[in-house]
């Protein structure tokens, strides 16, 4: 049996790796602390679990319409207005089995073989494989720690290309935590205001998990919003990851399209996750607000940590929860039979040495730095902490 060529376009991600290494590791006894993945350690709010059993037994178990129920539509509807002052109509949004899906479900019918996509780095892993996997050709910005990992408008002028269809970003960031004021994003709008061939993902999944005051959308920029795709979810903001349930908001035209690509693929979203997505996003905020409150404080420990740890370098986050350290001073350092050639080599001494599970910066498309997710208890921060400042002294 021969595979199809087009798995080779793309790779595992490296944030699944590392939480499989590290589970590796556990199951032979070794205590772990999982730094990898980018998952919210609280449970999902009660509220929203007994509008799941209410659903159940209200008999909500049947198939779903491929683009989301009627009353959930128009509940993303009201937040969007509510919360970022976007108007979006229900025909205007489509729900998906997760933001994942909501993404490759736009870049799958946006991107033919060719075309030119623009993504900033850092980045999160899955853009780039979804744009190889529509046969896309990538272009990276490269964005650094100077500027807050933060693309410069002069930047995007000098990348964009008559052959440029697609531009990818998120705020805030995954994985740098870097969020984009309106003043910033209104630089980057003056720029696409001269491309009238580029359309804009906005990657918004990280809205409410902001340390720093409001949300801003790119959606809010009228001049471009007819070319804006904007993807969000329920996984982040209100720790509903395994719930699988994300939404796209866009113009209704990429809307349908989208309609038609996903009714082949997985049809519509779990029934139960709809019902309880509706009352999630109605419903008083107070246990998202309460779970960013402590983001916040952890947060502020680890990047503490960190930049108190000789050699480390390291942005303050203003939204999300991952820490993403500089850390290429340490690069061509040992340590016993370990020596740091790259950040690869980096995450895996402080696997093997510091039995802290990380994700090398090049997954992300900087390697000089590694990601740390403080989505973990301040127990395991506090931890994890001494022990990656611990490996990082060992190595000279």
């Known amino acids: 049996m021969q595979l199809a060529n087009r798995l080779q376009s793309f ?72 919360d970022n002052n976007l108007d979006y109509s229900p025909s205007e949004i489509i729900v998906s089995s997760g933001a994942k899906q909501s993404l490759v479900n736009a870049i799958l019918c946006l991107v033919d073989p060719g075309d030119e996509v623009l993504i900033p780095t ?37 990348a964009i290309s008559p052959n440029t269809k697609l531009f990818i970003f998120s705020s805030p960031c995954n994985p ?18 001269r491309h009238p061939q580029v359309t804009i993902i906005s990657d918004e999944i990280y809205e409410y998990i902001n340390f720093i005051g409001g949300h801003e959308s790119i959606g809010q920029f009228e001049e471009i919003k007819d070319r804006v795709v904007i993807i969000n979810g329920m996984s982040k903001g209100f720790a509903m990851t395994g719930w699988r349930l994300g939404y796209m908001a866009g113009p209704k035209h990429l809307v349908q399209a ?15 996750t709809q019902r309880a997505s509706i009352v ?17 404080e952890r ?63 090049s997954a992300f498309g900087n390697p000089n730095c590694i990601r740390l997710s403080f989505a973990t208890s301040m127990e395991n921060l506090k931890e994890a902490m001494t022990r990656i400042a611990a490996a990082l002294a060992k190595l000279s």
């Open 11 to 82: 790779s595992e991600p490296q944030t699944i790796k590392m939480a499989k290494l590290g589970r590796e590791l556990k199951a032979k006894g070794v205590n772990i602390i999982d730094l990898s993945l980018g998952e919210p350690d609280f449970k999902t709010p009660e509220h929203i679990c007994n509008a799941a059993i209410a659903a159940m037994n209200e008999g909500y178990t049947k198939y779903t319409p491929v683009a989301g129920m009627p009353d959930l539509l128009e509940a993303i509807s009201i937040k969007l207005k509510r």
């Open 122 to 158: 850092p980045f999160w892993v899955t853009y780039a494989a979804q744009v190889q996997l529509a046969g896309g050709n990538i272009k990276y910005l490269n964005c650094f720690i100077d500027t807050d990992f933060k693309l410069r408008p002069e930047q995007l002028e000098e």
């Open 176 to 193: 740098t935590g870097s969020v984009y004021t309106r003043e910033e994003l209104a630089a980057l709008v003056e720029v696409f205001k």
């Open 258 to 272: 989208c309609d038609k690509l996903q009714a082949q693929f997985t049809s519509g979203a779990n029934s139960i």
């Open 280 to 296: 999630a996003l109605l419903s008083d905020l107070k246990p998202t607000h309460d779970m960013v409150a402590a983001y916040k």
């Open 299 to 361: 947060r502020d420990f680890v990047i503490d940590a960190l930049q108190n740890m000789p050699g480390v370098k390291s942005n303050s986050p203003g939204g999300a929860f991952y820490a993403f350290p500089h850390i290429k001073p340490f690069f061509g350092k040992s340590y016993e039979e370990y020596t740091i050639n790259n950040d690869v080599d980096m995450s895996m001494y402080l696997l093997n040495e510091g039995h802290v599970s990380t994700v090398a910066g």
